[in-house]
Every structure is written in structure tokens, then in C-alpha cells.
């Protein structure tokens, strides 16, 4: 008879291990399994769920389930405007962008509190969650509507809290009916209306100087040291030459920005060494992954590393103003100038300003934090001197208006080949007490000051205006 | 009396309310009949035990009844369209159930055969090797006037009848040993052949049916039962490394092994090609968090592969949830340890092992399925008992469950019988 009762037991020990199982994947791990890309349970849940909708800053409606005949039909009202930020989702495609990485909200699964936790154990929810986004219609369609016929993208920051007031990429397309149109929008090859431009890699050009600034100022750099620019410099055999080789003459730290001197970044940032300018590249963020509700991919320095070790001084020298190997998304561009526009400090970005409820409780509210500290209180005021001369005496006159005082940086990045250049622009405004960042980037748009600064200039301008 | 009544009434109940919370909208009309014959079954069935007085393990078939409704609502749950013959299967099983309860007088009559049921056992398999067709990479379902059946749900019941005829007759053999070899002493060839040649057969053949959640629970019946026998650690020692050694050979030589247990070890990294069914499984049973989402709410339903069948319980871990599927453990655990008291209670030595080997098989099949669709084995295709849809295993399991009760009654009437053998000349 002991060898039954051994056997039993051993039986209800398997049971036991059986339900230790089940703690494991319905209890621990249930979220992570939630999250695999391969599990449809979210799109799935659609047809039971009414999902929340989408609100800009100002209540204006970007995306909402409504009943049309009898069917649950998702209604973009403007939906290009907000692609391909806004996403989609669809049974057959799938899901991207924020109507993605808000789903859990959305569609009332993510558990926001203990109360509402305890809640849903009773009751599946059938109408999902609001949100509301950080972005700013206005600005949204002003910018979407300034680079129509282009192919770019607009990044608008608040630099104070890391809000994202406007983030577009165009060519875009109309999430209306995507299942059916899908084919043809990804047949669009050349205008490439899926890919969102404000988070793909480019070189950033003389943008890059403010980064590089850094540098040149921890190096010691005076900012009153007088250099003189020949319109062209030879730095360890290699030749540095000045945009159309113009000749600066004797130019300052705020005068070499101002007009986009090539040589002066070159010279002093090769003499501040490489082991300067990559901490200082770093601590802008490069290399580092940014925290965001949508994935931006990282900026880096060389194409071998995103931050390598050391840099050789050819390298090093074409880095300062943006070409050689570095790469960086819009996104980060004016992340980049919100950290100048903030003091030094670069707010972590987000889209999403809170949730609500389906009875319009706020259930969740975004708090601004602080991502990474780049610059002192100091260099962020040297820099910034130096980028208002660049808007009232430099190549970024085009950005200025005239009533506020405008921070802003040009570049005109070659993206190698006999092709126009890459038009970038970076500004932000006040100058002495700043509201918002922005970044424009244009596709071989030619030069940052003629055709990326206008774009910005509108934005800026209407950004001020009503607040 | 009462108790027997209301506890049957709150079985059905909970079916009742299940099937009308699945809104069985376009197959009501028969489904609904069938639904009131297996009713009738029960409620007669309970009313028999009452004036027959069955006198044997009194929570055994209440809570099979339970599992049985519980996976005829899953069924209607998944798959309307089919669950008519899951309905047909659960009365014709119930009514055999009686049959074999009250029909057999001696179930000791079973062991008359002996080698006869092992012949039947390795007939049947040599039949669906050579003629069966494959289904879900398994040759294991035979086509009979129209209906597929499973050979090898039946192949449980004889195989367990002949361990038991065998291991009654060779115990004394089998626990002392005649034939010493070192420390050990062994039984004979001519007591141990026709067991190890019974083993290699149905094993063997099971393997070529690419069979493997079968051929394991058959391996583990085996074992466990020459354990409970003889009570040898010995031939526990043993089982292992030859489990191991044709576990490896079996794992070099055929590539789907080596596909199972790779999807096994990491599911994730082809979660929409061969690790699909697992992971669909996972998501499943993640999904129902510690309430489940309620019954018809679920999405494995529909998502996962199989799911009236094999990834039966992923379902039910879903839409019950946490808490619904450890009530489904306790019912399965409470069936297999009342099985064990059974055999331990047993008058007779076939009867104990018999009972003692029904608890096993129950045990191995639920555990090994239900660790398979929890990631905790490698997933070897096996229905839950009473649950997965398909007539064999229903019909067989419920004559393995007639047999485990009547050697419960009859020892339970013996008993008594015995006790009152003074009184009989009183009266």
C-alpha cells in the first residue's frame, strides 16, 4: 500500500507544481504577455471594447469611434495631418503608431489605480478611455500645411515640460479606409508616406554647432577670442571649407554661429579634443534611447558606434559642423534646442497630456520631468546670445519676427551625391523666456535659412500669439 | 439522498446558466434536447443509485459530472456547430457508465483474459498504423462507417486491464526476483518477457504514430503501476535513464522531436510559425488574469489552434480565469486521489490494482496536457478527460469511471455483506 500512497502523493505534488503554472503566466507574467508584439488580444478586443478617442490640447477631436450603421467604424476627421504619428489599427494591418502604444488606454485594460483594477475584475470594460495629447492642432495643421510639397518634418516642443506641441511628417497619408487603400499608399515610393520623417536619421549640418558649442566652451574658448576665417583651413591635411568658401574675416564665438563659420568649429573643436566633444554630444543624447510613447531611433556619432570611444581628428573635425558620420532624427533636433531653451536641462518628451475616463474623471496626468541635464546655466546663456545674433545678424534672419525675440540656428547638411542639401532650422522663442523649441527639417530643401526658418517662423509666430 | 439530488441539481444548474449565457443562438433546437436528455441521465442515473443502493465512493461521478458539464458548455462555447456530438457522446457515455456500474457483477471476470486484452491492445494500434489517417501530424484516427475514431483511447482501456491481469499473476515474481544479478535480483525472462515485449510494441508503434503525448502517458502507466505493485524503487531507478536514453535518440533521429522541444525551450522566437499554437496558448491563458474574462468573452476561442481539443483548458484559464482553472485542477485531483482510496480500499488484489491504475492513467493524461499547454512540457497533443471534444476518450473514460465504481460498490456491499454474515442465521 506505500507504494499508492507514494504515488499519489507524488501526483498531487505535479498538481500542485501545475498551479504554481498558472500563477506564473495569469498573474506574473499576464502584462508581458500582454505586450508581445504577437498577440492580437488587443486588436481582437476591439470588437467587444469601444475604443476611446484621441483629443488634441484643446479638446479638438483627432481620432473617435462612432456608430455608422450599426458598425463600430473608427473617424479620423484630419487624419493626415497627424500621420504617421497618429498610427493605426486594423484587424488585418495591425496596429502603429499612438493608436498602437495607447491601446491599453484606449481600450480601458490599462489599470491606472487599485480602485479601477478591482473594477475590471467584475466588469469588462465597454467603453474605453480618452486621451488627451500634448500636441497642438493649430500648429499641427500650420505646420503640416507649410511643408505641403515637400518632403520634411516639424518638431515643436515646449521646452519647460517636454510637451509636444506638433509633429509632423510629410508626405502623409488619410488613415480613412486604410485596409483598402493600403496597397496603393505603400506603392507611393518616392514620397514614402509611412515613414515618419521626424524620427529618421539624418546629418544635421551646422545644427550640430550648438551641440559642439559645448565643447568649444569647456575647452576654454573665450567667447570675445578673435579668429580669423580665410574661407577655408587645412586641419591635418584635410581641408575644411567655408559653405560657397566665403571668407568670415575675424569672427567671436557669438559671430562664428551667427554666421556658420565651418573653420572656427573646426579649429576649436579639434583643439578641445574629441574626448570634450563626445561627452558633450552625449550628454545632449546621443547614443541614448528617448524616452517617448513613440520609438525614435537613437542618434549616434559614427556609423561603427553610436558613441564611439575616441574620434580620429578628421573625423572629429567634419563632426563639429555636422557632417562627417552623425546622424540625428528631427525629433532629437529639437530636443536639443529645448534642452538650450531650458537652461541646459532637457525635458523628457510626451504626447500624452492625461487620460479620462469614459464619465471624463481624470484618471491619469502626465508630469513634466527632467531627462538629462546638457549644458550649465552659463553655456546655455552663451549659446543662446550667440543663436539670437545668428537670428538678427546671421544666416537665420529669415526666422526672425519683430516683435519677439528669436534663438535660432541654420544648417544646410550634404547627404553626400550631387543632390541639394538637407534644409534644417532650430530656433526657439522668447529668446529670454522660452515657450517653445522647434525643430524643421527638409529634405534636399536646399538652405536651412531659405527654406526651413519661413516654415519655422509661421509656427513660432502663431504659438505666441494666442498664449 | 438529499445531498445526492442537490448536489446533481447544482451541477446542472451551472450548466443550464452557462449554456444560456452562451446565447446558443443558431443551433438551440437540438442542442437544447440534447441538453435535457443528458439532464434526464443525470437526475435518473443519481435516482438509480438510490434504489439499486450503491454503496461506493460517493464524490467520484458528481464530480466527473461537474468536469463533464463544465467541458460540454466549453464545447458549445467554442464550437456550436459541432457540440450536437459532443452531446451524443456525453449520453451514450453516461449510459454506459450505468451499464458497466450495474451490468458487471464481478469485475474480476475481466481478468479472465488476460493476454487476450493485450493482443487487442496491440491490434488495434497495428490497424491505425497501417490504415488510420493522419490528423494534426498524428496518425492516430481511424475512419469507421463514416465516424473518425481514436483506437488509442481505446487501446487505454485494454492495456490497462492486461497490466492488471499481469502484474495479479507475476506479483510474488516480479517483487522478489529469481535471477540475481550483483546487488539486484531480477525476475526472469519468462515473467518479465511478455511484459518488456508488451511495452516495446505499444511504445514502438505509438512512436511511429508520431503519438508521443500518448506514448508517454503509457510509458508513466507502466512504470507507476509496477511501482504500486512490487514497490521496488528499482524499477523506478531504471525507467529513468531508459526514459532519458530513448528520449535522446529519439530527439537526434526524428526532426519533429527536435522541433517540439526547440518551440518548447523558447516559443518566442517564431511566435507566428511553429511556436504558434503555444504561444496562442500563453496569450490565452495570460489573458484571463486572476477572474478570467467571463464566459463567451475570451478570444482564445477563436485564436488558438486546436482549441476544442487539445488547448481546451487554455480557453478555460482564459474566460475563468485564475480562479476557474484551479477549480478545474481540484476537480481533476480530487477524481484521482478518490481513485487511490478506492484501490486501497479494494477487497481483492486485481481490484486494487485496477483502481490504482485508472487513477494513474486519469492523472498522467491531465497533467501531461495540462502542463503542455502551460509551457511546463513540451506540448504533446492529448485530450483532457471528460473536457476535449471528441467520443472516444469520452466514451472510454466514462467506462474506466463505470469500472473504478463498481469495484468501489462491490467492495463496499462485500463489506457489509461480511459484516452481517453472523445475522443470517439470526433472521
Given at each position: 500500500m506505500r507504494g499508492i500512497r507514494q504515488v499519489a502523493l507524488g501526483m498531487a505534488f505535479s498538481f500542485f507544481v501545475l498551479s504554481l503554472g498558472l500563477v506564473y503566466w495569469q498573474v506574473v507574467k499576464a502584462d508581458t504577455l500582454l505586450n508581445n508584439p504577437a498577440n492580437r488580444r488587443m486588436i481582437l478586443m476591439e470588437n467587444r471594447v469601444t475604443r476611446g478617442g484621441i483629443f488634441d490640447r484643446n479638446g479638438e477631436v483627432i481620432a473617435k469611434t462612432q456608430l455608422l450603421n450599426g458598425k463600430k467604424v473608427r473617424v479620423y476627421s484630419n487624419g493626415e495631418m497627424y500621420e504617421p504619428a497618429l498610427g493605426y489599427s486594423t484587424v488585418k494591418l495591425g496596429a502603429s503608431g499612438l493608436e498602437g502604444s495607447l491601446a491599453d488606454w484606449m481600450l480601458g485594460l490599462k489599470k491606472a489605480n487599485p480602485t479601477q483594477s478591482v473594477q475590471q475584475l467584475f466588469a469588462l470594460p465597454r467603453t474605453g478611455d480618452d486621451v488627451v495629447l500634448t500636441l497642438d492642432s493649430r500648429l499641427q495643421r500650420l505646420a503640416y500645411n507649410a511643408l505641403k510639397g515637400k518632403m520634411g518634418a516639424v518638431v515643436a516642443i515646449d521646452p519647460r515640460t517636454g510637451e509636444v506641441l506638433a509633429l509632423v511628417s510629410q508626405p502623409s497619408f488619410d488613415p480613412t479606409d486604410l485596409d483598402q487603400n493600403w496597397n496603393e499608399i505603400v506603392n507611393r515610393e518616392i514620397e514614402r508616406p509611412l515613414e515618419q520623417r521626424y524620427a529618421s536619421l539624418y546629418p544635421p549640418g551646422s545644427t550640430m554647432k550648438v551641440v559642439t558649442s559645448a565643447a568649444v566652451l569647456r575647452s576654454g574658448v573665450n567667447t570675445t577670442d578673435l579668429y580669423e576665417c580665410r574661407g577655408s583651413t587645412i586641419i591635418n591635411g584635410q581641408v575644411i571649407r567655408e559653405q560657397n568658401d566665403k571668407a568670415h574675416g575675424w569672427v567671436n564665438y557669438n559671430m562664428a554661429l551667427a554666421e556658420s563659420c565651418n573653420t572656427y568649429f573646426a579649429t576649436f573643436g579639434v583643439q578641445a579634443g574629441s574626448e570634450k566633444f563626445l561627452s558633450a554630444v552625449k550628454g545632449f543624447g546621443f547614443g541614448q534611447p528617448i524616452p517617448f510613447e513613440l520609438n525614435v531611433p537613437t542618434s549616434s556619432v559614427t556609423k561603427a558606434a553610436k558613441i564611439p570611444?575616441?574620434?580620429?581628428?578628421?573625423?572629429?573635425?567634419?563632426?563639429?559642423f555636422g557632417q562627417g558620420e552623425i546622424l540625428v532624427t528631427p525629433f532629437h533636433m529639437a530636443l536639443i534646442t529645448a534642452g538650450i531653451a531650458n537652461q541646459g536641462v532637457i525635458m523628457a518628451p510626451h504626447l500624452v497630456d492625461r487620460v479620462l475616463d469614459p464619465s471624463q474623471n481624470v484618471i491619469f496626468e502626465q508630469k513634466p520631468k527632467p531627462w538629462l541635464t546638457a549644458l550649465s546655466k552659463t553655456e546655455a546663456e552663451q549659446i543662446t546670445s550667440a543663436m539670437v545674433t545668428a537670428v538678427t545678424d546671421g544666416t537665420a534672419a529669415p526666422g526672425a519676427l519683430s516683435n519677439v525675440q528669436v534663438a535660432g540656428k541654420t544648417g544646410s547638411a550634404e547627404p553626400g551625391g550631387d543632390v541639394p542639401t538637407h534644409a534644417w532650422y532650430i530656433a526657439f522663442a522668447p529668446a529670454e523666456k522660452p515657450r517653445i523649441a522647434i525643430a524643421v527639417m527638409v529634405e534636399n530643401g536646399g538652405t536651412g535659412g531659405g527654406t526651413a526658418a519661413p516654415i519655422a517662423r509661421q509656427i513660432i509666430q502663431e504659438a505666441l500669439i494666442r498664449k | 439522498m438529499i445531498l445526492r439530488l442537490t448536489s446533481r441539481v447544482l451541477i446542472l444548474g451551472m450548466m443550464w446558466l452557462g449554456l444560456n449565457l452562451l446565447k446558443w443562438d443558431g443551433a438551440m433546437g437540438p442542442l437544447f434536447w440534447q441538453a435535457l436528455i443528458f439532464t434526464v441521465i443525470v437526475l435518473v442515473g443519481s435516482l438509480m443509485e438510490q434504489i439499486f443502493h450503491y454503496q461506493g465512493d460517493p464524490f467520484i461521478l458528481p464530480v466527473v459530472q461537474a468536469i463533464m458539464a463544465l467541458g460540454l458548455v466549453f464545447v458549445v462555447r467554442i464550437n456550436p456547430g459541432v457540440a450536437l456530438h459532443q452531446f451524443w457522446w456525453a449520453n451514450l457515455g453516461m449510459l454506459m457508465f450505468y451499464v458497466v456500474l450495474w451490468a458487471i457483477r464481478d469485475y474480476r471476470?475481466?481478468?479472465?483474459?488476460?493476454?487476450?486484452?493485450?493482443?487487442?491492445?496491440?491490434?488495434?494500434?497495428?490497424?491505425?498504423?497501417?490504415?488510420?489517417?493522419?490528423?494534426?501530424?498524428?496518425?492516430?484516427?481511424?475512419?469507421?462507417?463514416?465516424?473518425?475514431?481514436?483506437?488509442?483511447?481505446?487501446?487505454?482501456?485494454?492495456?490497462?486491464?492486461?497490466?492488471?491481469?499481469?502484474?495479479?499473476?507475476?506479483?510474488?515474481?516480479?517483487?522478489?526476483?529469481?535471477?540475481?544479478?550483483?546487488?539486484?535480483?531480477?525476475?526472469?525472462?519468462?515473467?518479465?518477457?511478455?511484459?518488456?515485449i508488451m511495452v516495446a510494441f505499444v511504445l514502438g508503434i505509438l512512436a511511429a504514430q508520431k503519438s508521443l503525448g500518448t506514448a508517454l502517458v503509457f510509458y508513466l502507466l507502466f512504470v507507476l503501476m509496477l511501482y504500486v505493485v512490487t514497490e521496488r524503487t528499482l524499477y523506478l531507478g531504471i525507467s529513468l535513464p531508459i526514459f532519458f536514453l530513448t528520449g535522446t535518440v529519439g530527439y537526434l533521429l526524428f526532426r519533429h522531436v527536435r522541433v517540439r522541444v526547440a518551440v518548447w525551450m523558447d516559443p518566442w522566437q517564431d511566435p507566428t510559425g511553429m511556436g504558434y499554437q503555444i504561444a496562442q496558448s500563453l496569450f490565452a491563458i495570460g489573458g484571463g488574469n486572476i477572474l478570467g474574462t467571463g464566459l463567451g468573452n475570451g478570444i482564445g476561442a477563436s485564436t488558438v489552434p486546436v482549441a476544442i481539443s487539445d488547448f481546451?483548458?487554455?480557453?478555460?484559464?482564459?474566460?475563468?480565469?485564475?480562479?476557474?482553472?484551479?477549480?478545474?485542477?481540484?476537480?481533476?485531483?480530487?477524481?484521482?486521489?478518490?481513485?487511490?482510496?478506492?484501490?486501497?480500499?479494494?477487497?481483492?488484489?486485481?481490484?486494487?490494482?485496477?483502481?490504482?491504475?485508472?487513477?494513474?492513467?486519469?492523472?498522467?493524461?491531465?497533467?501531461?496536457?495540462?502542463?503542455?499547454?502551460?509551457?511546463?512540457?513540451?506540448l504533446t497533443g492529448l485530450p483532457l478527460p471528460w473536457v476535449s471534444y471528441g467520443g472516444s476518450s469520452l466514451i472510454v473514460h466514462f467506462i474506466l469511471l463505470g469500472v473504478l465504481l463498481n469495484i468501489s460498490n462491490a467492495t463496499a456491499v462485500s463489506s457489509h455483506s461480511t459484516k452481517n454474515k453472523g445475522r443470517e442465521y439470526a433472521t
Open positions: 570611444t575616441t574620434l580620429n581628428t578628421n573625423l572629429l573635425a567634419a563632426s563639429t | 471476470s475481466f481478468g479472465r483474459f488476460r493476454y487476450i486484452w493485450g493482443l487487442l491492445a496491440v491490434t488495434l494500434l497495428l490497424v491505425t498504423l497501417l490504415v488510420g489517417s493522419e490528423v494534426g501530424g498524428a496518425t492516430s484516427s481511424l475512419k469507421f462507417l463514416g465516424f473518425g475514431f481514436q483506437p488509442e483511447e481505446f487501446v487505454k482501456l485494454t492495456l490497462l486491464l492486461f497490466m492488471a491481469t499481469y502484474l495479479e499473476e507475476n506479483e510474488e515474481l516480479l517483487r522478489i526476483g529469481t535471477v540475481q544479478l550483483g546487488r539486484f535480483s531480477l525476475p526472469d525472462w519468462r515473467t518479465l518477457g511478455p511484459f518488456i481546451i483548458f487554455s480557453v478555460i484559464a482564459e474566460e475563468l480565469g485564475f480562479a476557474g482553472a484551479m477549480a478545474v485542477l481540484m476537480l481533476f485531483l480530487i477524481v484521482v486521489m478518490r481513485a487511490f482510496a478506492v484501490s486501497l480500499k479494494a477487497k481483492d488484489r486485481f481490484g486494487q490494482i485496477l483502481a490504482a491504475g485508472i487513477g494513474i492513467l486519469l492523472g498522467t493524461e491531465t497533467l501531461i496536457i495540462l502542463a503542455g499547454v502551460t509551457k511546463l512540457l513540451p
